[in-house]
């Protein structure tokens, strides 16, 4: 999709997709390519694409990588829905008038499944109607049987990362010859897009979003897991699933839907998120989502005296017992009487600490506090 019309914003485009496009350009921009930095040494430090201000185009001489705005969103994570909805707003298309009418029915949905080799029982389904993804569900399947067949980078995740090999079989979690790779599913198990995750520290970001993904729940929630916990990250997921913890994962503190609630309704949910401010903000939101969809939520913080980013698998590498994380709680009130003076922010209070971490919702919420593996909040079942 490349036409544009005539006038558009494309600066203020792209910023929403998060690429800073220089000033001092007129009519070409350039810029680090911003679809798989990965493709390039030392993350294109020397810029390689160029942005046309007037249509949005793109054009990466070093990877190969072109297409319009419409493309550039897909590659930046964005749903097609979203991609639109970008591009109308900042001008570049206008929005096409519902028309009046009879609406023809829908046509049935296709639900053939491809299933991995092995004991799996989840499948990746293939609905007639479903937009296509520039990620097929035979690669997802390719990279799942790379890393399976890869040994020493197995055995590096599990020594690294604590993963399970049986999880990453369960999840046709993959390795793409750069990154692990994540799939994202929806309800009926259809492919909405796919995550990559770092393999080596010098990797950056940390996590990539293939063309056309659609953010969502890592894994969607299966019936019958009636205690879950909500963590940040797919990384933590699986290091969570890898101790035997029905995790599901966020894809980032500010990815939350609270759509998302729907599918914890009449579960406990324990939410455990990284401990610095974006990932405790999120927390606060997303249980009070969860308080108001139907959810039994709590937050566990596992330690409130640390800014710097301690997340779940941090915990569990240090040797934590991963039944702390479920096994007592404590009421939203008595919460509250350690809790600093109301108002628009709730704090924790640890020795010698204060933090200001966002809106603690009222109600039927749990919360409970995990400093160093110690529990720091009386629970009078403990």
């Known amino acids: 999709m ?19 496009l220089p000033a001092w350009a ?4 350039s810029v680090r390519c911003f679809t ?32 319009g705005a419409y493309d550039a969103a897909l590659a930046t994570g964005r749903s097609p829905r979203e991609a639109i909805d970008l591009m109308v707003a900042h001008g570049l298309i206008e929005r096409r008038p519902r028309r009046d009418g009879p609406r023809h029915a829908a046509p049935a949905r296709d639900t053939s499944a491809t299933r991995l080799d092995g004991p799996d029982q989840r499948t990746l389904t293939r609905p007639a109607d479903e937009p296509r993804l520039p990620v097929s569900r035979d690669r997802v399947i390719g990279w799942a049987r790379s890393l399976s067949e890869d040994r020493q980078l197995l055995a590096r995740l599990r020594r690294e990362r604590g993963w399970n090999q049986r999880v990453l079989r369960e999840l046709h979690v993959g390795f793409d010859g750069r990154r692990i790779t994540v799939p994202i599913t929806g309800d009926r198990g259809e492919l909405r897009g796919v995550l990559r995750l770092r393999v080596f520290d010098w990797q950056r970001p940390k996590v990539i979003s293939a ?8 894994p969607r929630p299966m019936p019958g897991d009636e205690r879950l916990l909500v963590v940040e990250g797919p990384s933590d ?24 609630a729907a599918a914890f309704f009449a579960r406990e949910v ?45 915990w569990l590498r240090a040797g934590n017992d991963p039944g702390l994380l479920t096994a007592c709680s404590d009421t939203s009130e008595a919460y509250n009487r350690l809790a600093g003076p109301g108002g628009d922010a709730w704090t924790v209070r640890a020795p010698h600490v204060r933090q200001t971490i966002g809106a603690l919702p009222q109600g039927p919420v749990s919360t409970a506090n995990l400093g160093g593996g110690q529990r720091s909040l009386g629970c009078a079942r403990c």
Not at 26 to 29: F, S, W
Not at 47 to 67: D, E, K, Q
Not at 238 to 253: D, E, F, K, N, Q
Not at 284 to 309: F, K, Q
């Open 36 to 67: 798989d930095p990965d493709a390039h040494r030392h993350q294109d430090r020397n810029p390689s694409c160029s942005v046309n201000l007037r249509s949005g185009a793109f054009n990466c001489h070093g990877c190969g990588a072109r297409g």
């Open 211 to 218: 063309p056309g993904t659609r953010l969502g729940l890592v």
């Open 237 to 260: 997921m699986l290091a969570a699933r890898s101790v035997g913890l029905h995790a599901v994962a966020v894809p980032g503190t500010d990815v939350w839907r609270a759509a998302w």
């Open 270 to 314: 324990t939410v455990v998120m990284d401990c610095d401010r974006p990932g405790r903000r999120a927390a606060a939101r997303i249980v009070e989502d969860l308080g108001r969809g139907g959810a039994h939520p709590r937050i566990v913080d596992l330690a409130p005296e640390r800014e710097d980013g301690y997340d779940l698998s941090d």
């Open 26 to 29: 007129h009519t070409e921009a």
């Open 2 to 20: 490349n036409g544009t019309e005539p006038g558009g914003d494309v600066r203020g485009f792209y910023a929403a997709l998060g690429v800073t």
